[in-house]
């Protein structure tokens, strides 16, 4: 499984940005996916999460309200959409999938994934 994430760059506080990630490979929309972020210096965080062959969507405490992950399974590309974006959304944003789809998608969030694709930086400015 390939994945291939784009969409980042430079947005002012307030605004709004929507990621892409596109998957090749073996992967089917029951599998999980999810976006995680990393500053330089701090851990990595599980952002969004989808498990559970998609009836488990998480999100953590940070986002919730602010952004929306989504997939086009005929395109075989899942979103992240980022609305009211702040300066510690500032990160390096990845994609992930996992061809296990038996757990939560909490599960993945604070666990990983299976797959990763490179990142694209999100810069937050006031």
């Known amino acids: 499984v390939q994945l291939q994430a784009s969409g980042g760059g430079f947005q002012q506080s307030g605004g709004s940005l929507t990621l892409s990630c596109a998957i090749s490979?073996?992967?089917?929309?029951?599998?999980?996916i999810g976006w995680f972020r990393q500053v330089p210096g701090k851990e990595r965080e599980g952002v969004s999460c989808?498990?559970?062959?998609?009836?488990?969507?998480y999100y953590a405490d940070s986002v919730k309200g602010r952004f929306t992950i989504s997939r086009d399974n005929a395109k075989n590309t899942v979103y992240l959409q980022m609305n009211s974006l702040k300066l510690e959304d500032t990160a390096v944003y990845y994609c992930a999938a996992d061809q296990r789809a038996r757990y939560s998608g909490s599960y993945y969030c604070a666990n990983g994934m299976f797959f990763w694709g490179k990142g694209t930086l999100v810069t937050v400015s006031s």
């Open positions: 989808i498990g559970m062959s998609g009836r488990s969507t």
């Open positions: 490979g073996f992967y089917r929309d029951y599998h999980a």
